[in-house]
């Protein structure tokens, strides 16, 4: 997940960021229009990415975490419908809600589209609350409350879209990374506890 | 007497053994788990945890299937609809007692 909404926020800026376009337009004057497959790149490799990382650490559970505490594989579904429609419902409710403000004159379309990553984090936000108070790991409700803290600064802050997204992006990864060092870590300790 | 009370009786008796209400409890949170998982979250010994989970097949409350991961042979139990409909069952009495008991 924390390599998805870092490849996520990096492809973004790459597609949309009008410096990289410059870039690859100049490439295409000098090159040729296969030049322009470069600004592709980014959205093929980032689902390769995933992909591999998912293999990665399927690996990594079977290599070590598995073979001492037994396998497990989680539920598909963790959370309830309620929260899953809820989540969308904050979306949507965040995106309608810069709408109105640009309408009323109190906001511009910058707003607009930082409130389209802004309501993406409180969704996701609140869906990780409701794993974490579902599974009981308040890990996760921390994660989900600072999550949605943190994307709401992206509200405020005087960036482009492409900018606004990697930012958002690589904020979300870096809080992901740090709650899944902390699971691993403490899945290590229990399988070395368990020898 | 209250209807809370009366009904310990038509607690599920396949489920209501501790070490099988351990298992039904850890099966149902995740799709499946192998038998060293369940091994680990129970705390039962092999002998107990395999006869027990043998009962709860016959009841048709589990589903055992016997494979390889590897060379090393690898068992991985799933709690089947009947089973997670009737540990749902099971935790909605549970719970609607432990209120009670708690007034």
Redesign the interface.
Known sequence: MAVFFALGGVTVWFSLEPMWMSIVANMVARFGRWAAWINLMPVILAPLAVWGMLRLMDYLR?RWL?RE????????WVVSPQVNMLSAVILLGGVALSLGLRQWGWSDDAFVLRMLWAATGWGFGYTLMGVGQH?GISRYVWLGAVGGSVSTLVLFLPLTFGQTALVFGLSWSLMLMVSGTIALRRGLMSAQG?R | MSDEIKDITTFDRLIHEPARLAIMAVLSACENADFAYLLNATGLSKGNLSAHLSKLEEGGYVAVTKGFKGKYPNTTCALTATGRKAFSAYRKQYLALAQHLEK
Do not use: I, Q, Y
Not at chain 1, 69 to 76: A, E, F, Q, T
């Open positions: 079977r598995w505490s037994g396998m497990v594989k989680p539920l598909r599974v368990n």
